[in-house]
């Protein structure tokens, strides 16, 4: 079974950091593409970062320089370094699996797997 | 950067109604438009994927179809627990992974 649990998230005060963590079970973080995705409280859904099964990385305009994904093969983990953070950044943040369909012929991608979201919640 | 835009922002609708959600697309992305639900203190979850395929488990009351620009989110008899909220997202982009605003659905 598919499973993504967060952890790391809290009260951070500005221009502090976090670190947020995303364990993964039922497969591996190295063959798929993994995400972390947002959402401020009673607001949308806001991608924020993926990468890929080769490594590379890829970020958000608004969290450019600012926040850092790595994984941990060999743990199956994937982590989300929050730095500079500001008020704008309270949210819940999920980890999910950015799976690829095939499909008449086409591939795409779907979060086909998402955590329950860790809280990180930006105040003096 | 593409941006999605749903339509409308919320809805009322009755058990049994039939329920259509717009999402438009800033530029063309072919069928890489993916739905989603979600519900209050939970995470979102996969509806439909490449527009118009139903993932695994989903109820076929659900149905998704356009491409290029437009494009829709039908359920063809509401039930009580579709209640929610419901997004739409675009994976044409790479890496970019954008989000509609959603779509409120709620009892009338």
């Known amino acids: 079974e598919v499973q993504l649990v967060e952890s790391g998230g809290g009260l951070v005060q500005p221009g502090g950091s976090i670190r947020l963590s995303c364990e993964a079970s039922g497969f591996s973080v190295s063959r798929t593409y993994m995400s972390w995705v947002r959402q401020a409280p009673g607001k949308g859904l806001e991608w924020v970062s993926i990468v890929y099964r080769s490594g590379s990385l890829y970020y958000a305009d608004s969290v450019k320089g600012r926040f850092t994904l790595s994984r941990d093969i060999s743990k199956n983990m994937l982590y989300l370094q929050l730095n500079s953070l500001r008020a704008d950044d309270t949210a819940v943040y999920y980890c999910?699996?950015?799976?690829?369909?095939?499909?008449?012929?086409?591939?795409?991608?779907?979060?086909?797997?998402w955590g329950q979201g860790t809280l990180v919640t930006v105040s003096s | 950067d593409i941006q999605m835009t749903q339509s409308p922002s919320s809805l009322s609708a009755s058990v049994g109604d039939r329920v259509t959600i717009t999402c438009r697309a800033s530029?063309?992305?072919?069928?890489?438009l993916n739905w989603y639900q979600q519900k209050p203190g939970k995470p979102p979850k996969l509806l439909i994927y490449?527009?118009?395929t139903l993932q695994s488990g989903v109820p076929s009351r659900f149905s998704g179809g356009g491409s290029g620009t437009d494009f829709t989110l039908t359920i063809s008899s509401l039930q009580a627990e579709d209640f929610a909220t419901y997004y739409c997202q675009q994976s044409y982009d790479t890496p970019r992974r954008t989000f509609g605003q959603g779509t409120k659905v709620e009892v009338k």
């Open positions: 530029q063309r992305i072919d069928t890489s």
């Open positions: 490449a527009a118009s």
């Open positions: 999910a699996r950015d799976e690829w369909f095939y499909n008449d012929g086409s591939g795409y991608y779907a979060f086909d797997s």
